[in-house]
């Protein structure tokens, strides 16, 4: 990354961090803590298993509906790209920052990965009423280009936010990398293909689709 970006990157995080968004200030913001339970294992995915299996560090955001970040049958963008090859966040983090300067997110969502998996981390975020959704994304290491996440998750149903919420977590190819296998070397998907739900190999056994694991969201009580 060159020192110019390096700075714009910085500029802009710390810029969209510091926005005051009416109805988003403390008295209104709720806290959750999100638990990410990796199951995946040799014992799971007896599959051609990999000899270091683990997950990047978590990325996301609170936004609105006016934006997503990935969705199922629709291309990947740079910042998932490189989560889903690389494990990198910085792109996303900066795609996360422009939408907070444009005030359709939040806050971004950064958290530790699991090395090896399986295991288990937690994390705080912050939401508000006008910023109900939340996507979080992480690598399924290694692999060419398959990744685990929420997509534009709704926290706030019925008119409150949910005490607690947990969703399967099952494998996405980015559709960037054709690469087969999980430690397949490097071969780039021209032209890119929309992010798919892989059915088969190597996350099919036993005649069904075996998940990787659980995001639970768990609303924090006001002390």
Known sequence: MNKNFKVML???FFLAAAILIPGCIAP????YEL?????WSEETHPDDFPLNPHFSGLIGATHNENIYF??????????IKNM???GSKTPL??????????????????GSG?????????????????????????????????????????L?????????????????????????????????????????????YPFFYDDEIVPLGTFTFTKIPDE
């Not at 209104?28 to 806290?31: K, L, S, V």
């Not at 990935?70 to 910042?79: H, K, T």
């Not at 919420?165 to 780039?188: I, Q």
């Open 84 to 86: 889903a090859e690389t």
């Open 10 to 12: 910085i500029s802009c």
């Open 156 to 200: 706030f149903e019925n008119g409150s936010f949910v005490d607690e919420k947990t969703v399967t977590l099952y494998a996405y190819d980015a559709g960037t990398d054709s690469g087969y296998s999980y430690e397949s070397h490097d071969h780039p998907t021209v032209p890119q293909e929309p992010i798919f739900l892989i059915e088969g």
């Open 114 to 154: 699991i090395n090896p998996s399986p295991g288990s981390i937690s994390l705080e975020f912050k939401i508000c009423e006008k910023y109900p959704l939340v996507t979080v994304v992480t690598m399924i290491a290694p692999s060419p280009d398959w990744f685990v996440g929420v997509d534009s998750l709704n």
């Open 35 to 39: 638990t990410f339970d990796a199951t």
């Open 93 to 110: 983090i900066k795609e996360i920052a422009f939408q907070i300067l444009d005030q359709n997110a939040f806050r971004i969502i950064s």
């Open 28 to 31: 209104n913001m709720i806290t």
């Open 70 to 79: 990935w969705r199922e049958g629709e291309l990947a963008s740079e910042g």
